[in-house]
């Protein structure tokens, strides 16, 4: 982890306003991270095992997603429960620096609302326990369960009531000595960098407890995926120094639709995007979210960034 390289060279790539200096020296090798339910559900200490052993330094942990018996619902986070899965997860040398506690703010069902904002600020108020930095989470739709595109997601009542939901998150947060951590979706309702920036402006205005996730596929549809590098750029320069992490995700286009691929196998451009992750953000994690193909997916970025 205290590798140093150094190589003077600049290269300039053909996506818009992108250059980058490997000149820069870096003092210590991005993490990556991978969802444990991708590898399955089970013990903490069976999906530590499991994410050590594929090559990953931390996982983001969704407890009811991947911790067998657990739903992670406020109440049932003791200190056995806690300290059991970060045992299982820590002494196989695999780190927890981000919950998964997504629900929909804008679900027509309010209960479940009301339920998810409940589990979402207790799993910041005991995120420090796991050794976490960081609790995160989606936008949501009007669509419900389905998570997708409904036109009534761009529009200032969707704003506004995905900020009513978000408004307490930073100071539960602050408490805690913890990050709450959104990410942007076009299917949801902060459907663009510029409205996931202004939220983060509005309820946290100097982002002291609010931090970023960027998914670059997320933002992506078929109407707009050839601006992939002008969003990536955008999301750098809107959330410069508070982003905790990229969920790293590859595609191709398939009969009109875009299908994810595995990582450096599609049309991402993820050689050119590490290069300036590493050089722009480089204490974010890099985090699997349904990668195909793993192991080669994994070989593939490590040839980036080591």
Same mark, same amino acid.
């Given at each position: ?88 997860? #820590? ?12 629900? #929909? ?19 910041? &108020? ?16 009007? #669509? ?66 609010? &931090? ?11 109407? #707009? ?82």
């Amino acid at each position: 982890m205290g590798a140093f390289f150094y190589v003077q060279i600049f290269i300039f790539f053909s996506f818009p306003k992108i250059a980058i200096c490997t000149g820069c020296i870096y003092n210590k090798l991005m993490k990556i991270l991978i969802r444990p339910h991708d590898i399955g559900k089970g013990s903490a200490e069976f999906l530590g095992q499991k994410a050590h052993e594929w090559g990953f330094d931390g996982v983001q942990l969704a407890i009811a997603k991947a911790i067998e018996g657990q739903n992670g619902n406020p109440g049932t986070l003791t200190d056995s429960v806690v300290s059991e899965i970060r045992r299982g997860f #820590n002494s196989n040398g695999v780190e927890i620096p981000l919950l998964g506690a997504y629900f #929909n703010p804008v679900h027509s069902n309010k209960e479940k609302v009301k339920l998810g904002a409940e589990k979402y600020a207790d799993h910041l &108020r005991h995120a420090a326990e796991f050794g976490a930095k960081f609790v995160a989470s989606e936008t949501g739709s009007y #669509n419900d369960d389905k998570w997708t595109y409904n036109p009534k997601n761009q529009t200032e009542e969707a704003f506004a009531e995905v900020k009513s939901i978000f408004a307490p998150m930073p100071e539960i947060a602050k408490k805690s000595g913890v990050c709450m951590a959104l990410e942007g979706a076009w299917g949801h309702c902060m459907y663009c960098p510029e409205q996931l920036k202004r939220l983060a402006d509005e309820i946290d205005p100097d982002q002291e407890n609010f &931090r970023f996730i960027v998914d670059i596929y997320n933002y992506l549809y078929i109407g #707009n995926h050839e601006k992939r590098a002008e969003i990536f750029e955008k999301c750098l320069k809107l959330f410069k120094g508070k982003i905790c992490g990229f969920h790293l995700k590859d595609y191709v286009v398939k009969d009109g639709e875009l299908e994810i691929a595995p990582l450096g196998q599609g049309i991402m451009g993820w050689k050119e995007f590490l290069p300036v992750i590493m050089k722009e953000e480089p204490n974010a994690y890099l985090i699997f979210e349904g990668v195909k193909n793993v192991p080669d997916s994994l070989e593939f970025v490590r040839s980036i960034v080591g």
